[in-house]
């Protein structure tokens, strides 16, 4: 974030110079013209920026991370994003940390990690029954048993569709 206000800044500094270097050699020409050029400047980094996160993001993790969901940002303070929005979070799996149970083969554990821009990653385990269409988050309370076997987790059936029960039950 410190990184990006810097490069805004040098961004408006860099135009303005050039505008006044410009003003030098046609004469005529507004004052005026100089803060509102390094003010479009700032604002082309911003939004240059924002529409750049994900794929910065995205090309910097680890190969074993498949992204599943995208969350697209329109606002109207930036009434841009309504031709084009951009993506402001998403969701991955690691693929690398599927563990399967010997006697339960149709139900997996995995990492999903949420990203956003401005924001922490945040990271939840999740169980996924490939067979039956459903997933559970894990979290205190749940345990599991010499079987395999899942108590205390709150299962929730999805299509077999679903972006993470496709993404944890694809890996083999």
Not at 108 to 130: H, N
């Amino acid at each position: 974030m410190f990184l990006e206000l810097i490069a805004t800044v040098f961004a408006g500094l860099a135009a303005a110079g050039v505008m006044m270097l410009v003003g030098r050699w046609v004469p005529g020409l507004p004052r005026w013209l100089t803060p509102v050029v390094a003010g479009a400047a700032m604002i082309a980094v911003t939004i240059a920026s924002e529409y750049g996160w994900y794929e910065r993001t995205r090309a910097s993790l680890p190969a074993e991370f498949e992204v599943i969901e995208t969350v697209e940002n329109r606002a109207m303070y930036r009434p841009w994003t309504y031709v084009v929005p951009f993506v402001d979070r998403f969701a991955a799996v690691d693929t690398a940390s599927i563990q399967t149970h010997g006697t339960r083969p149709d139900q997996r554990l995995a990492e999903l990690y949420f990203m956003g821009r401005w924001a922490p990653v945040s990271k939840l385990p999740v169980a996924v029954d490939c067979a039956g269409s459903r997933r559970a988050n894990l979290a205190d309370g749940v345990e599991f048993d010499s079987d395999g076997n899942v108590s205390g987790a709150s299962w929730i059936s999805v299509s077999p569709d679903d972006s993470v029960v496709a993404a944890v039950c694809g890996v083999s």
